[in-house]
DNA sequence: GTCTATAGAAAGATAGAC
DNA sequence: GTCTATCTTTCTATAGAC
């Protein structure tokens, strides 16, 4: 009979456990957080917490959903040409996690994590890896198409980008087995570098398991 | 008065023991597997386990050690020229990692996992990222001094490599904070498609805290 | 070197009072 | 909506027989 509009305590309630799942899982990772942990941050019992969240499942679920909404937000607040807009943001969010290190853990540690198939975040990291891939190629594909590429870059910085490329790519094949292809991609990074090396001077077979799927095609 | 020479049958069950436990851990990661799992692969109690590692950290360090000597033996075999074969060595682990699943995720789960200061495994992280990335630095300052770079790239390739470059500089950026410059390493390899956005843009206060280190002076 | 038995701590989740 | 109390399971590690 008395559904209030204002705002409830126990909306409040709820985002001050979300604010600290988020801490607590950014810090130590999802299985090695209690309830309790989380609990004692939002400063109440566990029990209370699951009146809210039925299970640590459900509690993930909805701090990963959370978080995806408030950097869509964010998006939508760009006002710049849309398909440059999807490089300036993806940066921006970039930036400001190096200022939050909390923050930025929690996809390193969660994403590797729900590479497993029975990770109750799988299907969220699939779907978001999709999302965010498609966008940056588009984007990323407009650039292209107005001029060609002249660069520098020094010898560290190629290094630490090709170690990044492997972890990186590494954790989307995990997700994603036939979307990637690990060698093709960082063999088209050397290439773009000068850096010519035949693919079966790395995988002598031609194993079609390892040459299939977008992203590697060879340059 | 007899230490025989001849390897003893503890030797081979410690290898038994370090396979199962390299299979578990990379299939589960380091905390979602119990040492009654490993035994159990190994075919013995969780208590025989115990009596060759005492504890649960020391055979994951023991692992790690023993993964890496491996990788390591193969890079020794190599006989092409020394500079490139880092390069054909590190795709070559890449592309093997390709047809056996629990190997590859044993990095990109443990690797995020170490992140944490007080993670057991943190400082074989740290040492192994410097060493690998200065060797794949070396190597390619090597090619890149013999011929300049033009190069052709599909956006769909550009869109991973940025997402992976994303995840894996973030990865390195959590296990040494001073010496990746995350936004300043995109930069650059969005500079080597001919796609130039300035610092500004992303970083509008020019802060040294996100400025400083090796691997993203700004192109 | 491997076992059974068990200690001791902590986890996720439920029952029911207030 | 939050609590205390408790159940059930699982964990790492130890004690001591063989």
Chains 1, 2 share one sequence.
Not at 8 to 31: C, P, V
Not at 67 to 78: F, K, P, S, T
């Amino acid at each position: 009979m008395s559904p209030a509009p204002e705002p409830r305590k126990g909306a409040r309630t709820r985002e001050r456990i979300l604010d600290a799942a988020l801490g607590a899982f950014s810090e130590q990772g999802f299985n090695a957080v209690s309830l309790r942990d989380i609990a004692a941050r939002a400063e109440l019992t566990h029990v209370g917490l699951l009146h809210h969240f039925p299970s640590k499942e459900d509690l993930l679920i909805h701090v990963l959903e959370r978080r995806d909404e408030l950097d869509l937000a964010e998006l939508r607040e760009q006002t710049d040409v849309l398909d440059r807009s999807v490089l300036v943001w993806a940066l921006r969010i970039v930036a400001r996690d190096t200022t939050t290190p909390g923050a930025a853990s929690l996809y390193a540690r969660l994403s590797s994590e729900a590479a497993d198939v029975d990770h109750p975040a799988h299907a969220h990291f699939v779907d978001r890896y999709q999302r965010l891939a498609g966008a940056l190629a588009t984007a990323i594909g407009t650039e292209i198409a107005e001029h060609g590429p002249p660069f520098p870059i020094t010898a560290e910085q190629a290094g630490r980008q090709f170690l990044a490329l492997m972890d990186g790519l590494q954790l989307q094949w995990l997700l994603e087995p036939d979307r990637v292809d690990m060698v093709g991609s960082l063999l088209g990074y050397l290439a773009s570098l000068g850096i010519v090396i035949d693919r079966e001077t790395i995988d002598p077979v031609g194993d079609p398991a390892t040459t299939a799927g977008a992203g590697g095609e060879r340059a």
